[in-house]
């Protein structure tokens, strides 16, 4: 294959992210745009490149993969549409709403022969690349979680359940993703939950245990404030506690003294610190060389799994098993 022809589904604040790093990359070439929202893909043609379509049939007609960047509640019908016409799909997180969707969606993706990759771009930001790596040589206890949001309130459709499919779709689904990177299997959690600002429940707090004994606390509030860090694992070893904060740095402190390391990433570019450079290249990868995409569709669907799982939690008042 040449290059690789790159359609972008959605082409709004994640389409721009992806279109701008592939505009750039020698293995991939912008080819094709689709937005419902005609002056969006306009304006990114110019600055990117691709034809503008008008309609996802026209796209799909001009690309060899797929990126799916429309709002939560569409990746389904578009990803789906995508491998039944033969194409390689980067879907962004979520991978659905709804494990029933989800179901369908990789029973779909699992019949199709592309490479089908989920945009938890987390996975590859290098604070967390660290975290795994110390992690592999210090099996860690257990931590403590959060990842909070200042508001739902900027851009406007964050706060509507009918566009993210709830709150922890729209953000949480990201360091619960990541905890299964981190520690492995979850085998149950139990949820607790509360409503304030907005019309859903917007206040969790979350026991998870793992598959490996591993176990830890997990809070995710969306009208916190904007407070740095809003989203931080602090992770308990044997004698040692390592702390990320954001994306920007680790702190590792190791013994029984007060003292300890910094690993500091504030100089390096956004597209790099949060991991969205390196998961497009490891997708175009994927494609050329046929090796598997960091970020699978099953991967989404556990994530979806574990969303599902603390919304039932709560409703329930029980433990929830898997
Ligand atoms: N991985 C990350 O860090 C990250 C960051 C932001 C957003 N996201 C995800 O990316 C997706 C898009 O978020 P965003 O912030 O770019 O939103 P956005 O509103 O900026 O852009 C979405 C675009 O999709 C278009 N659109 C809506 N429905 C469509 C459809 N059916 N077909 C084609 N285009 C359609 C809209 O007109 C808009 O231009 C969401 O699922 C979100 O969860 C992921």
């Not at 094709?32 to 929202?37: C, E, H, Q, T």
């Not at 996975?123 to 992690?135: G, Q, T």
């Not at 904007?226 to 013994?255: K, Q």
């Not at 939690?313 to 898997?322: N, P, Q, Y």
Request: proline fraction near 3%; charge should be negative.
């Amino acid at each position: 294959m040449n290059k690789v022809r790159i359609g972008i589904v959605g082409t709004g604040y994640i389409g721009n992210v992806h279109g701008n790093i592939y505009s750039r990359d020698e293995r991939a070439e912008i080819s094709a745009l689709y937005d419902i929202i005609p002056g969006r893909m306009e304006a990114a043609s110019r600055r990117i490149g691709g034809r503008v379509c008008s309609s996802r049939e026209e796209l799909l007609d001009n690309c060899d993969a797929v990126l799916v960047c429309a709002p939560n509640k569409s990746h389904l019908e578009i990803a789906s549409a995508a491998v039944a016409a033969g194409k390689h799909v980067f879907c962004e997180k979520p991978f659905t709403t709804g494990v029933e969707d989800a179901r369908k969606l990789l029973e779909i993706v699992n019949g199709g022969n592309g490479v089908f990759q989920v945009g938890h771009n987390r996975r590859m930001a290098p604070v967390y690349v660290k975290l795994r790596e110390l992690l592999a040589d210090d099996p860690a206890h257990s931590a403590h979680i959060k990842m909070n949001r200042g508001e739902l309130k900027n851009p406007p459709w964050t706060g509507d359940v009918s566009v993210t499919g709830g709150f922890l779709y729209e953000t949480t689904i990201h360091l619960f993703d990541m905890v299964r990177f981190q520690f492995g299997e979850v085998t149950e959690l139990k949820a607790y939950g509360s409503q304030h600002e907005y019309p859903e429940i917007d206040e969790f707090s979350v026991i998870f245990k793992f598959e490996n004994g591993f176990h830890c606390t997990f809070a995710s509030s969306s009208d916190a404030s904007w407070h740095f860090p809003f989203e931080r694992i602090e992770v308990f070893c044997h004698h040692r506690t390592i702390v990320t904060e954001e994306m920007e740095r680790l702190l590792d402190s190791r013994g029984m003294n007060a003292d300890f390391k910094t690993h500091s990433f504030h100089m390096v570019e956004k597209e790099d610190k949060w991991g969205y450079a390196q998961e497009d290249r490891a997708f175009i990868t994927a494609i050329l060389d046929g090796s598997s995409p960091p970020v699978t569709a099953e991967d989404g669907f556990k994530a979806v799994q574990i969303v599902e799982a603390v919304y039932e939690s709560i409703r329930s008042g029980e433990v929830v098993r898997f």
